[in-house]
């Protein structure tokens, strides 16, 4: 008999195609122990899918096409992962832990990780077996079929099978089948669990990625293998000289003049350059990789590249001492600032021409609006095209806050197929502060232990550096030096503004100086009426992308209550504004506040977090072109009751302490001294409740479980929604209406591929809001005939004079109540 993995592939090639590939991608990680974790990857690929040698699975294939009954009789990750742990337990009788992972990493290839209880029975729950009738319905099930598949093993093909399996170096495959208590292994694998949480393990999260390793290199290998698609060759040299070009280049030409501030600020940029790229020439590797490093330097002052150029240094480094090239991984706060910052870096690849001729294989840019790829034929299949975005194979790799944590803390399939590439990875976090409080515990451990126990370097970048992680070796000498060398803003407190009436009075007065003016609200409702009243009281331009009226815009509005793809051109438009000297006034909620490269001769904020406000007045007089310090206002809103509108988004505390903190007017040569007391202030007073919930989810592998309310490694988000939302396709221009209408013919047609639906919701994410159930309930939009769960409003009623729903500058259409962003 053929046995077939799938039509026209022998199940014994892809059993020795997928070890060798999982074998590899454990040995590419470079982690500490990776001889023996590529020994245990290599037999996981070997025994992940050996239950498809029963003609249950067989007769499945075509031209049969027969489904078994019961269908579980066609199953095959349950018994290949007894087969895994049995083979793991001959070969190490004293390894525990090895055996525990290998049969965990096959049981769940095709799905999810599980809490390991889930899947292991107590033996008092085994003593009717093989009957056992004291199993949930789900596990009984999976066991009568395991008993059923070694019954088929041991019929007319055994010999054919066990031959199969000694050529593959498995010789153990034969007693495997002979065995007729298979099920004893299961309450000894239980037990070593059960051991292990009872003793307190200091190294349970080192075994927590030791799992995730050996998962992620078994399931990204089998997608590979399956799909016929080799793994993306890694190694490439990005020459760090590239950067110098880059910079060079950028130089303002001789005898332009500049502001004092504008000089300091390019000083300030060519030192902090100059000393972090030498410290990463000459520092001993041992204290650069693995490593946790900090940048810590002003807003403006091109941390961008230099963390591109210290990253391409070390990759350099240890390709010299160690041998092999680690991937960059360059993860910043917000979506909406990913393609600024993947900008930067394209440009800097294509002055190698072939850099630019293959750019998709070397930069990818990860998150929801990101296109597959810029370099696929549109005849490449959409599956085949995932792979290597999804497992973030290429050199550099662009992504956000939430694609990176929600890959490190996690039991989910899709996600964890990057975590063996993010091993032994250089990972820059750009805005580190913007990271929630309350998760800097989890935040700092999972970090340092990335470091410890996957062989990564991490280096946290900010103008503000929180408490995360604190024993982080700083890139560059008594930082604070250059904070207090420049001077292009104050910050001054304006307790008097406590209405929105005030508010726009406020604004009024200061718009009469006439330069540019950003004002940032903390909710939407805050930011939609005060734009509404500025409008009406100074009878300004208002922008929209269609239907303007002539000319140049006077008042722009930015959240996410407009769609994303309104959001960036909007934000490209202000910066060509900003830059031919218009003088554009801005209201905006804190989608602005980090990366966003907009420069604003003065700025008012609502009173939130200092760190906040720090970084909103990095927007102001970012260049330093004004010759005196800008002003950047903080007012204090209240609601009816005299609470501060802040704590609707911040609660009680961080601005509390931001109120404390700020008394009295602050330059910004004393805000790095300022900021830090306020860290201290807030690590002395947040609650680590949430974090020490999720670590000790991580020390137990507590991925998932039938039971309610337990805090698990499957619950984890990095933006914990309060609120629930519901998706809006808004069709904004003919564009948007052609994507949407593509999605809506998948459903239609009943096309539920995966990969053509992904692909299609990336295509309609930039015209996609997510507005609160709750407000949706008040105004509710009609739902797409064919589109599942997702609000529609057509372009004829966005376009409408009298649209219910959507306002062509303003976004959703609400009443006025405070939602989180």
Sequence with gaps: MRFLARPGEPLRDHLAAVAGAAERGVL?????????????????????????????????????????????????????????????????????????????????????????????????????????????AGLRREYAAAEAQLENLRGEHREQVVSEMEELGLPEAKEFIAQRRWWEALPELRSFYRRLLREGDPGATRRYWRLLLLFSALIDADKHVSAGVPAAEQGTRIEPALVEEHVRGLKRPAGTPTAPAARRLAEIRHEVREEAAGRTEDAPLRELYPAVLSLTAPTGSGKTLTALEVALRLRERVAEELGHRPRVIYALPFVNIIEQNAGVIEEVLRRRAHLAQNLPDHLLRSHHLAPLSEGDDENTEVEERLLPAEAWEQEIVVTTFVSLFESLVTNRNRPLKRLHNIAGSVVVLDEVQSIPYEQWRLVGHVLTTLVRDLGCTVIQMTATRPRILPEARELLSAPERHFRGLSRTRIIPRPEVKTLDDLASFVEERRSGGGSLLVVLNTISDSVELYRKLGERLGLRGYREYGRVPGPPEIFYLSTNITPWQRSRRVRLLKRCLGRGLRPLVVSTQVVEAGVDLDFDEVIRDQGPLDSIVQVAGRCNRGGASPEPAPVHVVFLEDGRGRARAETVYGRVLPLISREMLREEVEEPELHALVERYFAAVEERKSDDLSLAYLDALRELEFDRREDGSTTVSRYRHIQEELETRPVLVGIHGGAENAIAHLASLYSEKDTARGRLRAAFRRVAPFTITPTTNRLRKNLPPEHPEIPEHFYLSRAEVFSDDSTFYDMETGYRWEQEAMLL
Excluded: M, W
Aim: glycine share 6%; with cysteine; charged share 25%.
């Design 28 to 136: 590419d990680a470079h982690v500490p122990d990776r001889e023996r974790l590529a020994t245990l990857a290599r037999l996981c690929g070997l025994t992940h899918d050996f239950g498809k040698y029963t003609t249950y699975f067989q007769d499945r294939l075509p031209p049969k096409s027969l489904e078994p009954s019961p269908k579980a009789y066609g199953h095959h990750a349950f018994v290949s992962a007894l087969l895994g742990a049995f083979v793991t337990r001959a070969r190490h009788p004293e390894d525990g832990e090895a055996q525990l992972l290998v049969y965990l990493a096959i049981h769940r290839h095709h799905g999810n990780l599980v809490t390991p209880s889930e899947i292991l029975p107590r033996e008092k729950h085994l003593e009717d077996a093989p009957r056992f009738g004291e199993l949930s």
